[in-house]
């Protein structure tokens, strides 16, 4: 009897995609694990009433993402994993300095350039390799709201919530990480160079 | 004039909330005179839809 009208090997498959993008969003791969279990049994238990292997997929990954969420939101309220957040947010209070002169405009090293035709890049392991060195370069408290924002694709009010953040703690986490993130993937990947321009 | 780090900070919202007229028209005229900030906010978009490209990729 196939699960969801998947075969033996879609649902292995399916089960693997799951995994890694767990592991993605959690960083931990026994949480990622049980993140996965848990979506499975949840869409299995109304599998039969999916018409197409499509749809059990959307449904079952959409059950993951809130597993996730819930994973996350454990995880902050955890005091031990408090304190690492607050050591995370005092190393990075003045970063707007790095980017940014006096007057508060760009560096001349800093100032981002054409990137060029990035068409192709979704399909280039590689690529993914270094933007995944570069969110885990992000300090612990950026990293996580832009995970959440981005990959888990949740709405600002959501992470607000989740996380109890007010909206313009939010808002300056998600501005420092993208500054950073932005700066890691022109050097690293983009090979951004002020003498070419 | 409005300055770098408040232009990213807004081009940064945008992709977060709505912004209201006088931002978007203090962005506008801001990005009009500033390369680095109008690459900014196309980098944004970029990272956005590649992220986007990727979440369907795992999921189809």
Same mark, same amino acid.
């Given at each position: 009897?196939?699960?969801?009208?998947?075969?033996?090997?879609?649902?292995?498959?399916?089960?693997?995609?799951?995994?890694?993008?767990?592991?993605?969003?959690?960083?931990?791969?026994?949480?990622?694990?049980?993140?996965?279990?848990?979506?499975?049994?949840?869409?299995?238990?109304?599998?039969?009433?999916?018409?197409?292997?499509?749809?059990?997929?959307?449904?079952?990954?959409?059950?993951?993402?809130?597993?996730?969420?819930?994973?996350?939101?454990?995880?902050?309220?955890?005091?031990?994993?408090?304190?690492?957040?607050?050591?995370?947010?005092?190393?990075?209070?003045?970063?707007?300095?790095?980017?940014?002169?006096?007057?508060?405009?760009?560096?001349?090293?800093?100032?981002?350039?054409?990137?060029?035709?990035?068409?192709?890049?979704?399909?280039?392991?590689?690529?993914?390799?270094?933007?995944?060195?570069?969110?885990?370069?992000?300090?612990?408290?950026?990293?996580?709201?832009?995970?959440?924002?981005?990959?888990?694709?949740?709405?600002?009010?959501?992470?607000?919530?989740?996380?109890?953040?007010?909206?313009?703690?939010?808002?300056?986490?998600?501005?420092?990480?993208?500054?950073?993130?932005?700066?890691?993937?022109?050097?690293?990947?983009?090979?951004?160079?002020?003498?070419?321009? | 004039?409005?300055?770098?780090?408040?232009?990213?900070?807004?081009?940064?919202?945008?992709?977060?909330?709505?912004?209201?007229?006088?931002?978007?028209?203090?962005?506008?005229?801001?990005?009009? #005179? $500033?390369?680095? $900030?109008?690459?900014?906010?196309?980098?944004?978009?970029? #990272?956005?839809?590649? #992220?986007?490209?990727?979440?369907?990729? #795992?999921?189809?």
């Amino acid at each position: 009897m196939p699960i969801g009208g998947l075969s033996d090997a879609q649902y292995q498959q399916l089960h693997d995609d799951m995994l890694r993008f767990a592991r993605l969003q959690l960083s931990d791969d026994e949480a990622a694990a049980d993140a996965v279990q848990e979506a499975m049994v949840g869409a299995l238990r109304n599998a039969q009433s999916f018409k197409s292997e499509a749809s059990f997929k959307t449904w079952v990954f959409a059950i993951l993402k809130n597993k996730i969420a819930d994973s996350l939101r454990k995880r902050y309220r955890d005091p031990l994993y408090q304190a690492d957040t607050e050591n995370d947010c005092k190393k990075c209070e003045s970063s707007d300095d790095q980017w940014f002169n006096d007057k508060d405009h760009w560096r001349s090293k800093t100032k981002p350039r054409r990137w060029g035709d990035t068409e192709q890049l979704t399909d280039n392991e590689q690529f993914w390799r270094v933007f995944d060195a570069c969110l885990n370069d992000l300090p612990g408290d950026q990293a996580r709201v832009f995970m959440m924002r981005e990959f888990v694709e949740l709405e600002a009010g959501e992470i607000c919530e989740s996380l109890a953040l007010s909206t313009s703690n939010l808002h300056v986490l998600l501005h420092r990480a993208r500054l950073r993130l932005r700066a890691c993937l022109a050097t690293s990947w983009f090979a951004e160079n002020p003498s070419v321009y | 004039m409005m300055n770098c780090n408040e232009a990213t900070r807004l081009l940064s919202e945008q992709q977060d909330r709505g912004l209201d007229l006088s931002e978007k028209t203090a962005l506008h005229f801001h990005t009009l #005179i $500033c390369s680095g $900030c109008r690459e900014f906010g196309r980098q944004m978009t970029t #990272i956005r839809h590649l #992220i986007q490209q990727k979440n369907k990729d #795992i999921k189809e």
